[in-house]
C-alpha cells in the first residue's frame, strides 16, 4: 500500500481511539505542573507500544522510537496541561458531549487534542517503523500555558542530537479540514509587564502629605498609549494589552495607598521590535513616576517570557509539499497568531516546524476564542492533525530511495 493511502487508513482506523483519548484528556485535566495523573496516563499508552520513557524533571517525559536503521531524529511535541477555567457546559451553539470533571479546571486551548494526536502517530509509526530511518522523539511537554516545564524538557534533550522538532496547535480562527505552515514568524513572542510604582500612603483629607502613586499610574497608561502610536516601528506589530491595575481598597475611600501596580502583556513578532518595546515601557515608567515624585520596581515576573516561533523556511516548504500530496485541499497561507507558545524554545536545538490545525466547525458550536469558557473542538480536526503529523513525520525520516 502506498504510505499516503496507509495513512489515510491509519486515520480511519485510529478516529475511534483519537476521539476517546481526548474525551479522556479532556474529562481529566490538570494545570500547569500539576499534570501528574495526565502524564501517567500518557506514560500507560506509551508502555503498550513498548518505547522506553525517559523521565524528565516535573511531570513532563519523553519517548523514543529508533528505526534501527541511520538516518535524521525528528522530535515530535505535544503540550499537557489545562487552564484554570470554569467550563461553560455549552459550546458556541449548543450543549457540549463532553465537560470537564474537575471544576474550574478546564482544556481550554486543545492541548487534549494535542496529546491524542501524538498517541496516535505514535501507534501509527510504532506500528510502520520500516517505513523510516532514523529515530523519532515523543515529547510531552510539562506546563506550557505557565513555562514550568520547558527549560527541564530542553536541559534533557541537549544530550540527543536532534535535527528537527515538528508540533501542532488545534486553532479556532481555522475552520476543520485547513492546515497552516507557513514560514517565518507564526505566533507572537510575549513580554509580561509587572510594574510597581511606589509612593506615600497618607490620608485622603491631606494628599499634600502624600504621595499618591494613582495619578502617576495613570498618567503611565496615558503615556504608553501616545507612545504605541509615535515611538514604535509602524511595519512591525507589537501589541499592548493592560490586563490590571491595582492599588488602594474600596472600603477605604479615604486612604491613599502607598503603592499601584500594573500587569499586562506585549506581543510580537519581530525579536528586536519586542526588546525596543519593552525599553519604551521602561522609560515611560520611569520617568512618569519621576515626575510625580515617585518610583517604580518591576519585579521578577516583568520579563521576555516568550519567543516567536518561528518555522524554519526549509522545513516549512517540504511540510506544505508532505501535505499537498495527500491533502491536496487543505494547505492556507499567511496565517500569524498573536498568542504566544513555549515551543519557539526548540529552535535553540534544532530547526522547527509548528502546523495550526483548524478546528472551527460552526455546526457543532466550535470556534470560540482559546482560553474562553464557551472553546471547544472539532473531533474531526484530531483527524488532520493525525495526518499532518504522521505524513511530515515519514516524509522527513524516509529513505534516499523510498516512494
Not at 244 to 261: C, E, F, R, T, Y
Not at 268 to 293: P, Q, R, W, Y
Not at 365 to 370: I, Q
Request: net charge neutral.
Amino acid at each position: 500500500m502506498l504510505i499516503n493511502d496507509l495513512i489515510l487508513k491509519s486515520s480511519e482506523d485510529y478516529e475511534d481511539y483519537l476521539i476517546k483519548t481526548r474525551n479522556y484528556l479532556h474529562k481529566n485535566p490538570e494545570l500547569s505542573g500539576k499534570e501528574t495523573n495526565t502524564s501517567n496516563f500518557l506514560k500507560r499508552e506509551i508502555s503498550k507500544l513498548d518505547l522506553k520513557i525517559h523521565e524528565v524533571d516535573g511531570t513532563g517525559f519523553y519517548a523514543v522510537l529508533d528505526s534501527g536503521r541511520k538516518g535524521k531524529v525528528l522530535g515530535l511535541r505535544s503540550d499537557i496541561d489545562a487552564l484554570p477555567i470554569l467550563e461553560n457546559e455549552k459550546n458556541l451553539s449548543k450543549k457540549r458531549l463532553i465537560c470537564s470533571n474537575n471544576k474550574g479546571i478546564m482544556h481550554a486551548c486543545g492541548h487534549d487534542g494535542h496529546m491524542a494526536i501524538l498517541l496516535a502517530t505514535a501507534k501509527f509509526l510504532v506500528k510502520n517503523k520500516d517505513k523510516i530511518n532514523g529515530k523519532v522523539i515523543f515529547i510531552f511537554e510539562e506546563g506550557e500555558e505557565q513555562g514550568t516545564g520547558i527549560e527541564s524538557m530542553l536541559k534533557s534533550l541537549e544530550k540527543i542530537d536532534i535535527d528537527a522538532f515538528y508540533g501542532n496547535h488545534l486553532t479556532s480562527f481555522m475552520d476543520t479540514g485547513q492546515i497552516s505552515m507557513d514560514q517565518g514568524p507564526v505566533m507572537a513572542g510575549c513580554a509580561v509587564l509587572s510594574i510597581n510604582i511606589i509612593g506615600k500612603g497618607g490620608h485622603g483629607s491631606r494628599p499634600d502629605l502624600s504621595i499618591n502613586p494613582i495619578f502617576a499610574a495613570s498618567n503611565i497608561l496615558n503615556g504608553l498609549t501616545t507612545a504605541w502610536s509615535n515611538q514604535l516601528d509602524v511595519t512591525k506589530t507589537v501589541t499592548l494589552g493592560v490586563g490590571s491595575i491595582n492599588g488602594g481598597s474600596d472600603l477605604a475611600p479615604n486612604v491613599i495607598p502607598d503603592k499601584v501596580k500594573i500587569t499586562g502583556t506585549l506581543r510580537f513578532f519581530d525579536m528586536n521590535e519586542g526588546k525596543k518595546s519593552m525599553e519604551v515601557v521602561e522609560n515611560i515608567c520611569n520617568l512618569t513616576a519621576k515626575a510625580h515624585n515617585c518610583r517604580v520596581e518591576f519585579d521578577k515576573l516583568h520579563r521576555i517570557a516568550a519567543y516567536p516561533v518561528n518555522n524554519d523556511n526549509e522545513l516549512a516548504k517540504n511540510g506544505q509539499q508532505a501535505i499537498k500530496e495527500i491533502l491536496p485541499n487543505s494547505i492556507v497561507k499567511d496565517k500569524k497568531w498573536f498568542a504566544s507558545e513555549s515551543f519557539s524554545r526548540y529552535s535553540e536545538l534544532a530547526p522547527s516546524l509548528f502546523s495550526f490545525i483548524g478546528t472551527r466547525n460552526k455546526d457543532l458550536g466550535s470556534g470560540a476564542e482559546h482560553h474562553n469558557e464557551y472553546f471547544d473542538i472539532d473531533d474531526k480536526s484530531l483527524i488532520y492533525g493525525f495526518i499532518a503529523t504522521s505524513k511530515f513525520a515519514v516524509n522527513y525520516l524516509k529513505g534516499e530511495n523510498d516512494g
